[in-house]
C-alpha cells in the first residue's frame, strides 16, 4: 500500500529529504534532529537523496523505537537514538498514546501517565553541538515541541520543517496560528506550505497573518482536499536555503 500511495503522490515523503539536502550541502558538519523518528522512514530517505549527516532521532514509543534500532545499522550515519516524549516543558502528564496506521499521537487519559521532557532541558543534559536542521513530527504535540525548545531556537536558529495539523492541535486545546508569531520572535522570516502530500503550496513571511490563517482555516475541519501541512521555516542567516529550494520547487511539475 505505502508504495503505491507513492506512485500516485510522488512527492510524498520527500519534502523534507530535498530540504536536508541543501541544509547539508551548506552545513556539511551539521546534525540533523529527527523529532517522532518513528522506525527510521526518514532516515531512509534522506539516504537516497546522499545526506548522511549525524542525527539524533528521538522516539517515545517504545516499539518503534526498538525497530528504530534496528534499522539505524543499515544506514551509513552516526545516529543517536533516543526513547523519550518532549513537549513544552519537562512533566508527568495524565495521557496513553493512540496508535494507529504506523504512528502514536498522545491522546488525554486519566488513568495513564508518560513523562515529558522540553527539548530545551534535552538539548543542555545531552550537550548537543552544531544542529542545523530541526525536524519534529508528532502528531498533533509539534507546537508544544517547538515551545519546548524556545531557548535552542533562539540561540541556534537552525532551518525547521514540522508537522502543522490543525485538527491535531486542537485535541491539545490548541490552535496552530499562534505558534507564527512565537517563531518570528525566534528570528524566522520565511516559510514554505506543502500539502499533506509532499506537493509545494506557497511560501510566506513568517508573519504573514491573513493569509496563514486563511490556510488553517482550509483545513481546521478536515473537508478538503488537504488535512494538514507541512511546512519549513528558515532564519535570516539561511535565506540563501530558502531561496535556492524555493527556485527548485517552482521548476517541478
Known amino acids: 500500500m505505502g508504495e503505491k500511495y507513492m506512485r500516485i503522490h510522488p512527492e510524498y515523503d520527500r519534502n523534507f529529504p530535498l530540504l536536508a539536502k541543501y541544509v547539508c550541502e551548506k552545513y556539511p558538519d551539521g546534525v540533523i534532529v529527527d523529532i517522532g523518528a518513528n522506525i527510521g522512514?526518514?532516515?531512509?530517505?534522506?539516504?537516497?537523496?546522499?545526506?548522511?549527516?549525524?542525527?539524533?532521532?528521538?522516539?517515545?514509543e517504545i516499539n518503534y523505537y526498538r525497530l528504530l534500532l534496528e534499522n539505524k545499522k543499515l544506514f551509513k550515519n552516526n545516529i543517536r537514538t533516543f526513547n523519550i516524549f518532549l513537549g513544552e516543558k519537562s512533566e508527568e502528564i495524565n495521557a496513553v498514546l493512540d496508535k494507529e496506521k504506523g504512528t502514536a499521537k498522545i491522546i488525554h487519559d486519566k488513568k495513564e501517565k508518560i513523562k515529558l521532557s522540553s527539548f530545551d532541558e534535552f538539548y543542555k543534559n545531552e550537550s548537543l553541538e552544531n544542529i542545523v536542521l530541526f525536524k519534529s513530527d508528532t502528531d498533533g504535540y509539534d507546537l508544544k515541541v517547538l515551545k519546548g525548545a524556545q531557548d535552542f531556537l533562539n540561540k541556534n536558529k537552525p532551518v525547521i520543517f514540522f508537522e502543522y495539523d490543525e485538527y491535531y492541535f486542537s485535541l491539545h486545546s490548541?490552535?496552530?496560528?499562534?505558534?507564527?508569531?512565537?517563531?518570528?520572535?525566534c528570528g524566522y522570516k520565511k516559510s514554505i506550505f506543502y500539502d499533506n502530500y509532499g506537493r509545494f503550496i506557497i511560501s510566506l513571511d513568517v508573519n504573514s497573518k491573513n493569509q496563514i490563517e486563511q490556510l488553517t482555516r482550509y483545513i481546521k475541519s478536515r473537508k478538503g482536499k488537504i488535512d494538514y501541512y507541512d511546512i519549513a521555516l528558515f532564519p535570516e542567516k539561511d535565506l540563501d536555503i530558502y531561496e535556492k529550494l524555493l527556485q527548485e520547487l517552482l521548476l517541478q511539475n
Do not use: C
Open 41 to 60: 522512514d526518514t532516515i531512509a530517505m534522506l539516504a537516497t537523496y546522499g545526506v548522511n549527516n549525524d542525527i539524533i532521532a528521538i522516539e517515545g
Open 174 to 185: 490548541e490552535s496552530g496560528i499562534s505558534i507564527f508569531d512565537f517563531l518570528h520572535n
